[in-house]
């Protein structure tokens, strides 16, 4: 069975920094297309940014400059640096992925469980 498991999440002042983690793990045949989107109690879910299996990436115009993505193909593992973080960052961030789980397999999409992260003094 395919799951992905986030990690990283916490409490941190405004300003500072986290890392988050992804870890993908069970039958995979191949990941294309990486996510972290976020949600606040009560809101939708939100993209935060993309990263193809290329390594092109795509981020949301409010995390621009400040969030780095990056995965490592070998250890099935996306990870998300944030810097400078705000208030307005706290919620609890998602990793979602399109994978196969065989070669004949049709692309499907995994979400983690979430990881919360609180910015705050």
């Known amino acids: 069975q395919v799951q992905l498991v986030e990690s990283g999440g916490g409490l941190v002042q405004p300003g500072g920094s986290l890392r988050l983690s992804c870890a993908a793990s069970g039958s995979i045949f191949s990941i294309y297309n990486m996510e972290w989107y976020r949600q606040a109690p009560g809101k939708q879910r939100d993209l935060v940014v993309t990263?193809?299996?290329?390594?092109?990436?795509n981020y949301a115009d409010s995390v621009n400059g400040r969030f780095t993505i990056s995965r490592d193909n070998a250890k099935n593992t996306l990870y998300l640096k944030m810097n400078s973080l705000k208030p307005e960052d706290t919620d609890v961030y998602y990793c979602?992925?399109?994978?196969?789980?065989?070669?004949?397999?049709?692309?499907?999409?995994?979400w983690g469980k979430g990881t919360l992260d609180t910015v705050s003094s």
């Open positions: 990263i193809t299996s290329g390594g092109s990436t």
């Open positions: 979602h992925s399109w994978m196969r789980d065989g070669s004949s397999q049709p692309l499907k999409d995994y």
